[in-house]
């Protein structure tokens, strides 16, 4: 089975984070994950190295209105809006900068924007400073308080195609799902969701090389005194790799490796809700 539907082969290409201070926010990006820095015509700030970027703006602190996906050409771009146009959606005009002109925006169910676009060439990623390993902006996840209505979101609307599913066993004996993780390419996810007390952002992660792209990439936060806050360890879904850092708002940023790569038929797969799945390592981030 061939997967076929106007979403897939679309991939991150970048996210917005708000804070009540976009400098200081933009300088921890800056520095941690070796981006170049660019004031934008709106105030905002871009973070940009290779394969990698994202804005910095004004606004609630720890915030995260949108997460922008882009397409390979203008020809899928214009499908993928038909489609989502024949089911009715609202669409909206892009708030990012970055995306070519065509580009386009929808709303959530908790209210957060997903962008769909090429890239502006004159706005592509640039090239990293020299001695630092690969990171590429791969992918981002959200937590929200009903999983129901995102998931007819994410996956009945959007295309997002299901990988893994983790349920937590309940006291009189059902199952409630607490997390979902989709993929819109090969790669396990490119976007995910837990379930949680509020409707927030999570995190999102660079894709590494290998093993040593981590070690180089906890010695150069190590060297800028930038304590890991997860990690190192190995998530049950995905089998990837990871750490996690905060930013000044407290904000979670993953590198990772080894992210699972799916074949086009793989069914949908169950993890219990514990710490093993969350880490096969050691203790985990439970948000639930």
Known sequence: MTINNPLWGAELDHIRLDTADPSKTASFYRDAFAMAEKSLGDGSILLQGEDRRLIVGSGIAGDQPYSAFRFADEAKLATYRAHLTAQGMNIMPSPTPLFAKGAFAVSDPDGR?????VVDQTQAPGRSPEGHPPGRMQHVVVATT???????????????????????????????????????????????????????????????????????????????????????????????????????????????AELENMADD?????????????????QSWMRV
């Open 146 to 256: 009903d999983l129901a209505p995102m998931m007819a979101f994410y996956e009945g609307t959007l295309g997002f195609v299901p990988t893994d599913h983790v349920m937590r066993d309940d006291e009189d004996g059902g199952q409630t799902l607490t997390a979902v993780f989709y993929r819109s390419t090969k790669e396990h996810h490119s976007f995910a969701m837990f379930l949680s007390d509020a409707a927030r952002p999570d995190h999102h992660a660079y894709e590494v090389s290998c093993w040593d792209d981590i070690r180089d990439w906890a010695d150069h936060m190590a060297a800028l005194e930038i304590k890991l806050w997860w990690g190192p360890g190995r998530h049950g879904p995905g089998n990837n790799l990871f750490f996690m850092v905060e930013d000044p708002d407290g904000y979670k940023v993953e590198v990772s």
């Open 266 to 282: 793989d069914p949908v797969r169950e993890w219990p809700h514990n710490e093993r799945s969350l880490n096969l390592w050691g």
């Open 113 to 117: 924007q997903m962008v769909f676009g």
